[in-house]
Each structure stands twice: as C-alpha cells, then as structure tokens.
C-alpha cells in the first residue's frame, strides 16, 4: 500500500486539520509508502508538524517522503516532533527529508535526527536536502554521521547542504571518517555548492575518506562556488575518481 498527499503551495492553514489524517492513515493495516508534499506552505508551523507526527507512527512503513521545502515557519521544533514518529518506525528502509530554505533550522535540529536514525537499524537508503539553512554547521553535521555510522545496512546517501556557509573543513574530516570505515554504502550523492568556508584541505579530506569508501560504485558531487579551492584540484579529484576502477559511475559538477 502506498499513499502520496500533495500540499505543495497550499495557501490555506491546514495546521489543525492534521489531526484527522491520523484517523484516516489507521485505517490502512499494511501502509508501506508515505509521501507528504508540504513543500512552500508557508503557513505550515510546528504546531502543524505535532500534529502531523501522529500521522506517522506507522510500525508498518517501510518508505517516509517528507518534503518541508520552504516552509519558514518551521524550526528545531518541528524536526523534535518527528523524530518522536519516526524512531517508533522499526521496519523503516527509505527516508528523505526536505527542509531546504526552512532558514530557522539549526545544528539542534540535526541532533533531533540522529537521535531518531541510531533506532532506524534497517535504513538502507537515507536523504536529506538542508540546503540554505544558515544556523547548520560543523556540529549538526557531526551528530547526523554519528548515526548514519552505525547503521550497518546503509547503501544510499544523498545528503545536499547547498549554501550552508557555517559548515566547514572539520566537516569533512567527519565525511573522511565515515567513509573510511563505511561497509555496504554503495551510492552517494553529496551536494556542497556554496559551502563558502570549505578550503582545499577539506577537499583533500573528502577525496581520501571517499577513495577508501571499499564498496562505492556510484558517486555524485556537487562543489561549485568553493572559492578557496582551487580549479586545477578539483579537476584532479576528478580525474582521479574516474581513472580509479572501483568506480562504475562517477558524475562530478564544479562550474
């Protein structure tokens, strides 16, 4: 069973009517899918978003789609209310969260995810898009890879931090890390565009974390707008990535 609710660019104020999609979502015994567009609702608050978390306690969901693009309301608060969902959601193998441009989410909001990915222990396939989001940085993202670490099932990532200026090398040094000990990860697709504080170091850390990442086949990068790292090293990370074999596909965005 699989279920989609568009919102996207909503003009009114559903905020209380959440509540009755609680009682419509029980009536589906074996819901396996759930994806809600509530993308540009600028009227969305977190008062909607608990609300809405009893929507998603679902033991039988193996799929969650939350798209939260734009929605300017929303803060910390919002991110507490579903992790309260979605840590209850055991059989959870796909998760992608939206919350680009929801400028008032911070690091802490990143600390409420992880505290909720360390119980997901089936996740194989995980994204998040938080890009434009000016209060997440080094920490957050720290706290987001100390769970995806422990969960061992782990074949796809897509995280994409476009614009997030407060993140810097010492993230990467986090991403190096990671992908040196990753096992299973199979696909990645990290979007960094406008990272304005990462310099050449930090490339050189991602490069070596993701040489030594044993079973990554398919990688995305996305580094335009890194104005303290050079061109001429960033088409040496690519022609690297694409002579090493152990690659099948290798798709990288700089200009």
Do not use: W
């Amino acid at each position: 069973q699989q279920i989609s609710l568009n919102y996207n660019d909503c003009v009114q104020n559903y905020n209380d009517s959440f509540r009755n999609l609680t009682f419509l979502l029980k009536k589906f015994k074996h819901l396996k899918n759930l994806d809600i567009n509530l993308a540009l609702c600028d009227k969305l608050t977190d008062k909607g978003i608990l609300n809405l978390q009893q929507s998603l306690q679902i033991n039988s969901l193996a799929s969650l789609k939350l798209n939260f693009d734009s929605c300017h309301k929303l803060s910390d608060k919002a991110l507490q209310y579903i992790q309260q969902s979605v840590k209850k959601s055991r059989n959870l193998k796909v998760i992608s969260m939206n919350f680009s441009n929801c400028e008032k989410i911070s690091d802490l909001g990143l600390f409420c995810l992880e505290n909720c990915l360390i119980r997901t222990h089936k996740l194989q396939s995980f994204q998040l898009k938080a890009d434009s989001c000016p209060k997440i940085g080094d920490e957050g993202v720290k706290r987001l890879f100390n769970a995806l670490r422990k969960l061992k099932k782990m074949q796809n990532l897509a995280l994409s931090i476009q614009g997030c200026n407060k993140v810097t090398d010492s993230s990467m040094q986090i991403l190096q890390k990671y992908f040196q000990n990753t096992i299973h990860l199979k696909t990645l697709a990290l979007n960094l565009t406008g990272c304005a504080q990462l310099s050449s170091q930090g490339m050189s850390q991602l490069e070596d974390g993701i040489l030594k990442a044993n079973d990554l086949n398919i990688l995305k990068l996305h580094i335009k707008e890194l104005f303290d790292v050079p061109k001429s090293q960033i088409c040496g990370l690519q022609r690297r990535l694409k002579l090493n074999k152990h690659f099948q596909s290798v798709h990288i965005v700089y200009v």
